[in-house]
């Protein structure tokens, strides 16, 4: 598709709802004169409002519709804001009206048939962002609601959409074209030795920039790496039920299960979605001390597994001796020291029925870790193990930025050649017998690869990899 040539005047029509009967269907009009369009078609209740109509307004009224033996007229609610105050910052229609499939295809034949031509993908978004009502972050953090599969995302999106990002990288331009007309004065009146600007003061801004821009470079870094899914690693002594959750949570047998320690040898990994949560499950060979030959082996592989982890599950059989608990704590301990993420398991509850005077009760509830109690056979605790995964999953999420992951993506390469550009003037800057101008040519290079993040400087490229993802009406 090539969206550049696109008159940005002639009035375009989609369905605005989702495809599909619905109690309610909304088609919407975005153009110049599109009130032309509704002519002949839409007898509004109140005449002389729809014609002098000057700010947003709703007008209730009469659609009449060709339909194949008869005309049909259906009541209709129509949302017209005639300026550039709407979202495609022209004016734009919207016709609510019931939302059968065959009466929404008939109002939008009515209005190509009057002149508006069907909107392509992404394409009123497309004349907001031309219009300047939406930079290119917030034009795809509209595509981000669109997609977004969970909260998180939905949330980033939304954060997108609100300009967060956006406000910040704009002050940054500002802050950048500040300071190289700062330069550019100077360099008009450099015969006069009049200084606009100290080589200090250009320094510190430089540092400041570029420091920012490290931190986005990070957070774009990070958010396409949260795309890859989370590894959680089940970890614990022989014989305390790993093999057997994992084949609960995989959804399979693929694990061997028995009543022998070390039954587990090598590891296995299986990708589970489980209730919504997508990560890799792997499960590892039973801790062992003195392991020898291919139990040593294993006991290796459960090391780089667990080093590799961003949770691990440490599962604790419920029935354990004192002894065998007092080991446990102290592997546990051990391996918290090495684990930012770990969540305590005691499994086999099944087995010890939990009192509120045992021992246990009183370390879960002053114990820093999450602790769950489950018992894979009767399947007791399961949705607290969920809750546990969800809120570990969350935190890495939130953490993870106010970036949409396609944003990132597409942002990431420029990201690096503005921290390049800045590096480079900061550079110069600090050799004192390196002009002002030398400076300026690197600052004004590391506008324009902000100028291209944000969509003030774009190019067919960029405009066509960012709008062909959209659906139609959008
Ligand atoms: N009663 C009860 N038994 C369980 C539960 N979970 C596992 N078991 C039993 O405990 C024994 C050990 O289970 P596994 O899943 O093989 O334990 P593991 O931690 O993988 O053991 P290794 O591979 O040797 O490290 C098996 O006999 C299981 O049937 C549970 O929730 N309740
Ligand atoms: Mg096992």
């Given at each position: 598709m090539n969206v550049i040539d696109l008159s940005v005047d002639q009035p375009i029509a989609a369905l605005a709802s989702p495809p599909g009967g619905s109690a309610r269907g909304i088609v919407r009009i975005s153009g110049k004169q599109i009130q032309n369009?509704?002519?002949?078609?839409?007898?509004?209740?109140?005449?002389?409002?729809?014609?002098?109509?000057?700010?947003?307004?709703?007008?209730?009224?009469?659609?009449?519709?060709?339909?194949?033996?008869?005309?049909?007229?259906?009541?209709?609610?129509?949302?017209?804001?005639?300026?550039?105050?709407?979202?495609?910052?022209?004016?734009?229609?919207?016709?609510?009206?019931?939302?059968?499939?065959?009466?929404?295809?008939?109002?939008?034949?009515?209005?190509y048939r009057h002149g508006a031509r069907h909107a392509r993908p992404g394409e009123f978004t497309l004349r907001a962002f031309l219009a300047g009502k939406l930079d290119l972050l917030q034009a795809e953090a509209v595509l981000g609601v669109i997609d977004a599969h969970d909260q998180a995302e939905l949330e980033t999106a939304l954060a997108q959409l609100a300009g967060g990002i956006s406000a910040n990288l704009s002050s940054l331009r500002r802050d950048l074209l500040e300071l190289l007309a700062d330069l550019e004065a100077g360099l008009d009146f450099v015969e006069e030795d009049i200084e606009f600007v100290s080589r200090k003061d250009v320094i510190d801004r430089l540092t400041q920039s570029r420091q920012f821009v490290d931190g986005l470079v990070r957070q774009a870094v990070e958010r396409m790496q949260s795309r890859v899914r989370p590894q959680v690693v089940l970890a614990g002594l022989p014989n305390a039920g790993k093999s057997t959750l994992f084949n609960k949570l995989a959804g399979s047998n693929s694990a061997l299960v028995s009543t022998d320690r070390g039954t587990t040898r090598d590891f296995l990994t299986r990708a589970v979605n489980w209730n919504g949560l997508t990560f890799d499950l792997i499960d590892t060979a039973g801790w062992e001390d003195d392991a020898r030959g291919i139990a040593a082996d294993a006991q290796q592989q459960r090391i780089t597994q667990l080093n590799r982890a961003d949770l691990v599950i440490w599962c604790t059989s419920a029935s354990l001796s004192e002894t065998e608990r007092a080991i446990d704590d102290e592997l546990l301990m051990t391996q918290q020291n090495k684990s930012s993420s770990i969540i305590r398991l005691i499994t086999k509850s099944d087995l010890v029925p939990l009192t509120l005077t045992s021992n246990e009760t009183k370390e879960s509830i002053s114990s820093p870790l999450d602790t769950v109690r489950i018992s894979a056979v009767s399947e007791a605790g399961l949705i607290g193990l969920e809750d546990a995964l969800r809120q570990h999953f969350g935190k890495s999420h939130g953490r993870s930025s106010q970036w949409l992951g396609m944003t990132s993506a597409r942002c990431r390469e420029t990201l690096e050649l503005l921290t390049n550009a800045l590096e480079r003037s900061e550079r110069a800057a600090r050799v004192p017998t390196v002009g002002d101008e030398l400076i300026a040519v690197d600052l004004r290079d590391a506008l324009d690869h902000l100028g291209v993040i944000l969509g003030v400087i774009y190019t067919d490229d960029i405009l066509d990899r960012v709008f062909s993802k959209f659906c139609i009406g959008k």
């Amino acid at each position: 598709m090539n969206v550049i040539d696109l008159s940005v005047d002639q009035p375009i029509a989609a369905l605005a709802s989702p495809p599909g009967g619905s109690a309610r269907g909304i088609v919407r009009i975005s153009g110049k004169q599109i009130q032309n369009v509704l002519a002949g078609w839409f007898k509004p209740q109140d005449v002389d409002a729809w014609n002098s109509a000057k700010s947003a307004s709703s007008h209730p009224g009469m659609v009449h519709l060709n339909g194949q033996t008869r005309q049909m007229k259906i009541p209709v609610q129509v949302l017209l804001w005639p300026n550039r105050r709407s979202y495609t910052g022209q004016p734009l229609i919207e016709l609510h009206l019931p939302g059968s499939p065959c009466l929404l295809e008939a109002v939008l034949n009515e209005a190509y048939r009057h002149g508006a031509r069907h909107a392509r993908p992404g394409e009123f978004t497309l004349r907001a962002f031309l219009a300047g009502k939406l930079d290119l972050l917030q034009a795809e953090a509209v595509l981000g609601v669109i997609d977004a599969h969970d909260q998180a995302e939905l949330e980033t999106a939304l954060a997108q959409l609100a300009g967060g990002i956006s406000a910040n990288l704009s002050s940054l331009r500002r802050d950048l074209l500040e300071l190289l007309a700062d330069l550019e004065a100077g360099l008009d009146f450099v015969e006069e030795d009049i200084e606009f600007v100290s080589r200090k003061d250009v320094i510190d801004r430089l540092t400041q920039s570029r420091q920012f821009v490290d931190g986005l470079v990070r957070q774009a870094v990070e958010r396409m790496q949260s795309r890859v899914r989370p590894q959680v690693v089940l970890a614990g002594l022989p014989n305390a039920g790993k093999s057997t959750l994992f084949n609960k949570l995989a959804g399979s047998n693929s694990a061997l299960v028995s009543t022998d320690r070390g039954t587990t040898r090598d590891f296995l990994t299986r990708a589970v979605n489980w209730n919504g949560l997508t990560f890799d499950l792997i499960d590892t060979a039973g801790w062992e001390d003195d392991a020898r030959g291919i139990a040593a082996d294993a006991q290796q592989q459960r090391i780089t597994q667990l080093n590799r982890a961003d949770l691990v599950i440490w599962c604790t059989s419920a029935s354990l001796s004192e002894t065998e608990r007092a080991i446990d704590d102290e592997l546990l301990m051990t391996q918290q020291n090495k684990s930012s993420s770990i969540i305590r398991l005691i499994t086999k509850s099944d087995l010890v029925p939990l009192t509120l005077t045992s021992n246990e009760t009183k370390e879960s509830i002053s114990s820093p870790l999450d602790t769950v109690r489950i018992s894979a056979v009767s399947e007791a605790g399961l949705i607290g193990l969920e809750d546990a995964l969800r809120q570990h999953f969350g935190k890495s999420h939130g953490r993870s930025s106010q970036w949409l992951g396609m944003t990132s993506a597409r942002c990431r390469e420029t990201l690096e050649l503005l921290t390049n550009a800045l590096e480079r003037s900061e550079r110069a800057a600090r050799v004192p017998t390196v002009g002002d101008e030398l400076i300026a040519v690197d600052l004004r290079d590391a506008l324009d690869h902000l100028g291209v993040i944000l969509g003030v400087i774009y190019t067919d490229d960029i405009l066509d990899r960012v709008f062909s993802k959209f659906c139609i009406g959008k």
